[in-house]
């Protein structure tokens, strides 16, 4: 039988955000003109660097809620 005291607890869910919002960006946007964009996965992420032709590290940061 569960006491259900787990019930209100969540865990949190990892993204990852390519902001081009740095210098090293050299003044790029993604293809819909906006600066950052979060992803689920990293690949995601590295795939979306390398589509615009830049290097860097993702981190991951806490999904919102």
Do not use: H
Request: net charge positive.
């Amino acid at each position: 039988m569960a006491c259900g005291c787990q019930g209100g607890k969540t865990t949190a869910k990892l993204s990852w955000t390519v902001d081009l919002n740095v210098p090293a960006a050299e003044g790029k946007r993604f293809a819909d003109g906006t600066t950052k964009k979060t992803y689920s996965l990293a690949n995601e992420a590295n795939a979306a660097i390398l589509q615009l032709g830049l290097s860097g590290k993702i981190r991951p940061t806490p999904a919102n809620s």
